[in-house]
C-alpha cells in the first residue's frame, strides 16, 4: 500500500495505554500517529481516532462518564458520525458506550475484582474493516485488563446487535466454545467486541496494541490492525 | 473561631510526640531555647526511627554499598541509580508501609505503592515496573483474608490506575504475622543519564514551589505512627493513614518528567514521610542551604490548619521543587496543562536555617542539618542479646520424626499450600502488561521487562523466607539475597545489585537487635560475594503485636540484566522427550521447610543447608549454560522442594507435561530429598544431545550436574516408579487453592 494512514491517540490525562497503541502503529505497523491532547479540539487530520486504554479522569465516578465530555470528545464525537474510523480499547471502549457512539455499558466485572490475564476471543464475523484479516471462528488469544468490562444492554439492544452482525468478538474457551467458564468478567452472551451499524466505530475490552509481538507472549493482536490497514487498501483500489 | 493556641512545650510533651529526654535536651542545646510546637513537631517526625533511622544507621554502613555500576550511594537520594549502559540508568527502591495496612489494609497499600513511586520519579526517572513483598497471618483466620483482599486490592486500584505493571511479588503466610502484615512495595525506573535530578536546595533567592496535591490533615504523624509497635490502640491511629489518588499521581508523575528534562528544575523531592517538613530540611541540609516558606501559601483542602499541621501533614501527591526564578513560569504552565497546583511558597537562603512563617508569625527556626539523618539525629547502637528460643529450635532433631506414610498424599497436600500454591488469584488482580514491556509475567522466577531503547532486559524479584531468618538470621539473609539472585539468574539474567527493606521488631529489645545485627553481617556477606552492593532501601522496625515479635523479614529486591532476548529463560518444561538435569546436590534437608511446617506444624532446626561459595559457581554456571543457548527451562528449588519445582515447571506453561524422575537418595528417606529445602539447587531441561556440552560448563565451575529423568506427554508425573502423581489434579490444586481459601466467608 501505498498511503500511510494516520492514527490520532486520543490522551486523556489518566489514559496509561495511549503509549502502548501509539507504539503498535508506529513502530510495529509504521503507519503515522500522533497524540491528541484531550484539551485540543483538533483531530490533525488523523484518518483514524484510538481512544486507549486507562483511567481518562480517574474513573472515580462511572467509568468513561467525564471524558465523554472533554473539548476532544466533541470532535471525536462529530468525526464518528460523519463516518471516520474510531477504536476504543478498554477504557476507550467504556468511553464510547458512555458518549453513546456504541450502544451499551459496561458494568463491573462479576467477580468484583480486577482481571488482568490472557483471554480467547471468537471472531464473529469478517465482514467488517477491524476482522477481515481473519476467518469467522478463528481464535485470537489477546489480554485483558479492567475492572469494569462486563457488557450490559437490554435485551432488544442485545438482540439487535446480534443480528445485524455488530458482535465481532466473544470470550471463549481454547477450542473456541463459548461458555460461562470462559468468560471473564460475566459479559452478555460473551461479548468481547462490538461494532457501530455503520461499521466505522469500534469497542473492545481486551487488548490489541498488547498482543502484537511474539515476544510479549501473543501477537494475535495484529489482527485487528492488519484487518483495518487492509481496509483502507480495498477502499483505494 | 477562636483562635488556635499552641501548647507550650514542656518534656511531657515531648515524650507524647516520641521524643526520650535524652533527645529532647539535645533538641533544647541545638536551639539554646525552648522549641515552639511546631518546632517540637518537626524534631519529632525527623528523629522518629521512621525519617531517622537511628537505630540501624550505623548498623547500614557496613553494607557494601559501591560498585562500579552506582551512579548514586545509597542514602545519597530517594532511590538508588545503576547504570545499565546505552547512556541508560535504573532507578529501583524498596518500601514498606506496614503499620498503615495493619489498620488500613487497602488505603495502606495503596498509598505505600504511591510513596515508592514517587520516590522514582522524583529522580527523573519513569516507573516501568512495580514489584511487593507480602506477608499475612493464618489464612484460615477471617481477619487474614480482609487484610488480604484489602492489601492486594489497594496495590491492584493504584498501580493499575497510575499505570505501571505489577510484574512480581511474593506472598506468604504465618501465624506470627497476624496482626502485623508486611506489605512491602517496589518500583524500578528508568532514566537516561543527563535527566538525573537530585533532592537538593541550593542557589540563594532561588524559589521553592509545592506542586501536586492541596495539604489535607491526613497522615499527620504517619512516621512516628510507623515507629512504635502495633496495639490494640492503634485502631484509632486509623486517621494517620494516608490516602491515595492515583489520578493525580499520575498527572504528578507526568507533569514532574516534562519539567526535569526540560532542564528548569534545580532539585526536586517527593513528600512522603513526615511531609514538608522533611522535604525541606533534607533538601536544604544536602544543599548546605536554607530555605523560608510561608505556609499562608500552601494550597490547603481543609480549613484553619496550623503551621504544625501544615508542616507534618503526610497528604500524598505532593513534591517540593527548586527551581532558578527565571524558569518559575515555565515550571507554572507545565503543571497548569496537567491541572496541577503548583505554587511558590518561598526562597532558598544561604544560612543554613529552615523558617517558617505563618500567619504573619515567624513559627519555627531551626538548622537544617540538625534535623535529618546524617546531620543531627541520632545514631544509636543498641545492646544485643542473642534469643532464647534459638537454643530450642537448634536442638530439633530432625531424626525423631516418623515418615510420612503416604508420600502422593503429602505432595497433594504440599501443593495446595498457601506459601507454595500459585498466586493466580493475587496476580491477576495487577494489570502486569501495561506500557507493552512484560517478557516474562509473574508466575515465574522472575519478572522480565524489556527496555525498548536497548537490547538489554531487566529482570527483578523480591525474596525472603522469614521462617529462614528466624531460624538462622544470618544464614536466612544469606540465603534471601542468594535466592533472589538464583531467580534472575533462571531467567537468564546477571543480578546487579539489591534494594533492602528490614522488617523488623522493637529494636529496644536486645534480642531483636541481635537479630537485626546477624542479618545485616549476612547480607554483607552475601552481596560481597555475589558483587550485588546495596543500593538503598527502607527499614521497617516495631512490627510486633501484642504477643509476639514477627518473624525477622529482610526483604531483597534483586535487579539484574539480561544481555539479550535469546537469553530469557522460563521455568515450564518446553516439550517432551526433553532431558531433566539437576545442577547442585540433593542433601534432604528439611529443616525450615514448608513441608516440615505443613506435616507436623514444625518451625525448628536451623535455616536449611547453605553455602556461599558454592551459590555463587552454581550462579557463573547456569547464566553460562542459558547465555550458550543450552538450556529450554531453569527452575530454581526453594519452598516444597525438589519435588514442588518440577511440579511447577510441568504446570505453569500453557501447555502441560508430566515427568518420569529417578532418584537416589541413598541412606536418607525419599521424602528428605523431595522436600528438602537445601539451597544452591536449579532443575533445567534441555535437549539430550546438550548434555556434554552443559556437563563441560558444570565441570569448570565444580558443580554436580546430574540427570533426573525426562519431560513426558502424558499427564503423569512418576518418581522412581514408587509414586505416580496425576499432573491434572496437581493443575487444579496448585492454580485454584489460594482462591478457594480465600473465596471462604
Not at chain 2, 505503592?113 to 497471618?137: E, K, Q, Y
Request: a negative charge.
Amino acid at each position: 500500500m501505498s498511503a500511510r494512514i494516520k492514527f490520532g491517540v486520543v490522551v486523556f490525562p489518566g489514559s496509561n495505554c495511549d503509549h502502548d497503541a501509539y507504539h503498535a502503529v508506529k513502530h510495529l505497523f509504521h503507519h503515522d500517529a500522533e497524540f491528541l491532547w484531550h484539551k485540543e479540539t483538533d483531530l490533525k487530520n488523523s484518518d483514524v481516532i484510538i481512544l486507549p486504554g486507562g483511567f481518562s479522569y480517574g474513573d472515580y465516578l462511572r467509568t468513561g462518564a467525564i471524558a465523554r465530555f472533554s473539548p476532544i470528545m466533541n470532535e471525536v464525537m462529530k468525526f464518528a458520525k460523519s463516518g471516520g474510523i474510531v477504536i476504543g480499547i478498554c477504557n476507550g471502549f467504556q468511553i464510547l458506550c458512555e458518549s453513546g457512539l456504541l450502544p451499551g455499558v459496561l458494568l463491573r466485572n462479576q467477580s468484583l475484582l480486577f482481571s488482568c490475564k490472557h483471554v480467547n476471543l471468537r471472531v464473529e464475523q469478517n465482514t467488517s474493516r477491524f476482522t477481515n484479516e481473519n476467518n469467522v471462528g478463528d481464535i485470537l488469544r489477546i489480554p485483558i485488563a479492567h475492572g469494569e468490562g462486563n457488557f450490559f444492554a437490554e435485551p432488544d439492544v442485545i438482540k439487535s446487535l446480534e443480528e445485524n452482525g455488530q458482535v465481532i468478538f466473544r470470550y471463549c474457551d481454547e477450542k473456541g466454545a463459548i461458555t460461562s467458564e470462559s468468560n471473564p468478567n460475566g459479559s452478555v452472551n460473551n461479548i468481547a467486541g462490538i461494532i457501530n451499524k455503520n461499521g466505522n466505530v469500534m469497542g473492545m475490552m481486551p487488548h490489541p496494541e498488547r498482543a502484537c509481538e511474539l515476544q510479549l507472549g501473543s501477537s494475535d493482536g495484529r489482527k485487528v490492525f492488519e484487518s483495518l490497514i487492509n481496509s483502507f487498501v480495498l477502499q483505494a483500489v | 473561631m477562636k483562635q488556635f493556641e499552641e501548647p507550650v512545650v514542656t518534656k511531657e510533651l515531648a515524650k507524647q510526640h516520641g521524643l526520650t529526654d535524652e533527645e529532647f535536651e539535645k533538641v533544647l542545646s541545638i536551639l539554646d531555647r525552648v522549641p515552639t510546637y511546631t518546632e517540637l513537631g518537626i524534631y519529632s517526625v525527623m528523629w522518629s526511627e521512621h525519617c531517622s533511622y537511628k537505630n540501624s544507621i550505623a548498623q547500614l554502613k557496613t553494607l557494601p554499598r559501591s560498585g562500579k555500576r552506582l551512579l548514586v550511594g545509597a542514602g545519597e537520594e530517594n532511590a538508588g541509580l545503576v547504570d545499565i549502559g546505552d547512556g541508560l540508568a535504573v532507578a529501583f527502591k524498596i518500601e514498606s508501609h506496614n503499620h498503615p495496612s495493619a489498620v488500613e489494609p487497602y488505603q495502606g497499600a495503596a498509598t505505600g505503592v504511591g510513596g515508592i513511586m514517587r520516590d522514582i520519579f522524583t529522580m527523573g526517572a519513569r516507573p516501568i515496573a512495580s514489584l511487593n513483598s507480602l506477608r499475612f497471618g493464618d489464612i484460615d483466620d477471617k481477619q487474614t483474608r480482609h487484610l488480604l483482599k484489602g492489601v492486594v486490592k489497594g496495590i491492584g486500584d493504584y498501580g493499575n490506575s497510575f499505570g505501571v505493571p505489577t510484574v512480581a511479588g511474593e506472598v506468604y503466610f504465618d501465624p506470627c504475622y497476624q496482626t502485623n502484615p508486611l506489605v512491602n512495595a517496589m518500583s524500578i525506573g528508568i532514566v537516561e543519564h543527563g535527566h538525573v535530578a537530585s533532592a537538593i536546595a541550593k542557589g540563594e533567592g532561588n524559589v521553592i514551589m509545592i506542586v501536586g496535591s492541596a495539604t489535607g490533615r491526613d497522615g499527620i504523624h504517619g512516621a512516628t505512627f510507623a515507629s512504635e509497635e502495633i496495639s490494640e490502640a492503634s485502631e484509632s491511629k486509623r486517621p494517620s493513614v494516608q490516602v491515595g489518588d492515583p489520578f493525580t499521581e499520575k498527572l504528578l508523575l507526568e507533569a514532574t518528567l516534562e519539567a526535569i528534562r526540560a532542564g528548569l528544575i534545580v532539585g526536586i523531592q517527593d513528600m512522603g514521610a513526615a511531609g514538608l517538613t522533611c522535604s525541606s530540611t533534607e533538601m536544604s541540609a544536602k544543599g548546605n542551604s536554607g530555605m523560608e516558606l510561608n505556609l499562608d501559601l500552601v494550597p490547603i483542602r481543609e480549613t484553619h490548619m496550623t503551621a504544625y499541621e501544615i508542616m507534618l501533614s503526610e497528604s500524598q501527591e505532593r513534591m517540593l521543587l527548586v527551581a532558578e526564578p527565571k524558569n518559575e513560569q515555565a515550571i507554572k504552565s507545565i503543571f497548569e496543562k496537567w491541572d496541577l497546583n503548583c505554587i511558590t511558597i518561598g526562597k532558598v537562603t544561604s544560612d543554613g536555617m529552615v523558617r517558617i512563617y505563618h500567619q504573619g508569625k515567624l513559627k519555627a527556626e531551626v538548622p537544617a542539618e540538625t534535623c535529618v539523618l546524617g546531620g543531627g539525629a541520632p545514631v544509636y547502637i543498641r545492646e544485643t542479646k542473642k534469643p532464647d528460643y534459638l537454643a530450642a529450635t537448634s536442638s530439633f532433631n530432625v531424626d525423631s520424626l516418623s515418615t510420612p506414610k503416604n508420600l502422593s498424599e503429602s505432595i497433594y497436600k504440599l501443593i495446595q499450600s498457601p506459601n507454595i500454591a500459585s498466586r493466580r488469584w493475587v496476580f491477576e488482580q495487577y494489570d502486569s502488561m501495561v506500557r507493552t514491556n512484560s517478557v516474562v509475567l509473574p508466575g515465574s522466577d522472575a519478572a522480565v521487562v524489556r527496555i525498548k531503547k536497548s537490547e538489554k532486559l531487566l529482570a527483578a524479584k523480591t525474596d525472603c523466607n522469614g521462617r529462614y531468618v528466624y531460624l538462622n538470621p544470618r544464614k536466612g539473609t544469606m540465603i534471601a539475597v542468594a535466592e533472589s539472585g538464583r531467580n534472575v539468574v533462571c531467567t537468564g539474567g546477571k543480578p546487579i545489585a539489591i534494594t533492602n527493606c528490614l522488617n523488623f521488631g522493637n529494636p529496644y529489645k536486645p534480642e531483636v537487635y541481635w537479630q537485626f545485627t546477624e542479618a545485616i553481617a549476612g547480607m554483607r556477606e552475601a552481596c560481597l560475594a555475589l558483587d550485588t552492593p546495596v543500593t538503598g532501601g527502607n527499614v521497617s522496625f516495631y512490627n510486633e503485636s501484642p504477643t509476639a515479635s514477627v518473624f525477622p523479614t529482610p526483604t531483597i529486591g534483586m535487579l539484574g540484566i539480561i544481555e539479550k532476548e535469546s537469553h530469557v529463560t522460563t521455568a515450564n518444561f518446553k516439550e517432551a522427550g526433553d532431558a531433566i538435569y539437576l545442577l547442585g546436590t540433593n542433601r534432604g534437608d528439611i529443616c525450615g521447610s514448608e513441608f516440615l511446617f505443613l506435616e507436623y506444624g514444625i518451625a525448628s532446626g536451623d535455616a536449611p543447608f547453605f553455602e556461599l561459595a558454592f551459590e555463587v559457581k552454581l550462579q557463573q554456571c547456569a547464566l553460562e549454560m542459558i547465555q550458550n543457548g543450552l538450556i529450554k527451562s531453569a527452575h530454581d528449588i526453594s519452598e516444597g522442594g525438589l519435588i514442588v519445582s518440577l511440579l511447577e515447571s510441568a504446570i505453569v506453561g500453557r501447555e502441560k507435561f508430566g515427568f518420569e524422575i529417578k532418584i537416589s537418595a541413598g541412606s536418607l528417606p525419599l521424602h528428605r530429598i523431595l522436600f528438602g529445602e537445601d539451597q544452591s539447587r536449579i532443575v533445567i531441561t534441555s535437549n539430550e544431545k546438550n548434555g556434554s556440552l552443559m556437563k563441560k560448563i558444570a565441570e569448570k565451575y565444580f558443580v554436580p550436574f546430574d540427570r533426573l529423568g525426562t519431560v513426558t506427554q502424558n499427564m503423569k508425573a512418576t518418581i522412581n516408579s514408587d509414586i505416580t502423581l496425576d499432573i491434572e489434579k496437581v493443575d487444579d490444586l496448585y492454580f485454584n487453592a489460594l482462591h478457594r481459601s480465600v473465596s471462604r466467608n
